[in-house]
DNA sequence: TTTCAAATTTAGATATAATCTAATTCTTGA
DNA sequence: TCAAGAATTAGATTATATCTAAATTTGAAA
């Protein structure tokens, strides 16, 4: 199966009719990692044929999350960022520079029912922040 | 000591003067624990004497959260919440509502040094997330 | 294949959140 | 008291994201 047939089939098996503009924006986050904002993925997109207007990207990012396929994450005074949930993975978010990179997943413990409360626990994400490398070194 | 005395020595001993306007913020978001946006510790704030405006309440929750007093909470698709960072704790954002709630504290383990490379880590929070108490009785 | 309702896309306007500007006022220490 | 730096202000501006209403595309039923 080709890249593309997977991606056209992972968006249907979630229940999202795969539109040019739609595989356009999730072809992108899967070979980019580097959790763009969403206007780098509206210029990114515009690159390539067909193109998409600024309403559809912000439409198809929204669409993609809420089919769990992309994640969002919002960071502090800067615009949000989005990745694909491919593999499992916490996030690292650079005080400095506010750059967003993939770290290492591994199990979180949950919290203790009574804290919980009444409360129904979707996931639980870690986010760990710092100094990036290149921010590290500048310093 | 006093609450307003206790206040006025912790701004000033994270080097941060203790303003009318400043000592406002502070004091709203102590006896808050509701993640209020900045937008409602503005209005708060402009219930009483002295008021202030919008660029100086910004200003003021920049201030304190550099000098560690406040947490800044981004929210995907809302307005940021903002939090004193009194006791250690976690915590539980709404998907449906966009609120930010207290959740106990418990250590988080620290990723392995070999996956963390050249960043500096300052800290990790844990973000649960899921539907709070209210949306969950609803749905 | 043809047809039609629903889904999708579009450009541009609008809304929302946050920051900037430059003038003014306040505070502190000499 | 005075000067210098710090803080505050109103309103303009920027940045980010959403809305609107019309046009287009899609896919399923006939």
Redesign the interface.
Known sequence: MTDAEAIKLSLESSGVRCTAQRYAVMAFLMENNRHPTAAEIFEAVNRMDPRSSRATTYNNLRDLVQAGLVR??????RA?RFDATGMKH?H?IC?HCGNV?D??W?D??R??SV???????????????????KC??RQ
Chains 1, 2 share one sequence.
């Open positions: 969002e994450v919002a960071v502090e005074g949000a916490h690292f005080d990179e770290m290492d591994y979180v413990p919290p203790a804290s919980l409360g009444e409360r129904i626990l979707r996931e639980s994400e870690l986010i760990f922040r710092g100094l990036c490398a590290a070194l």
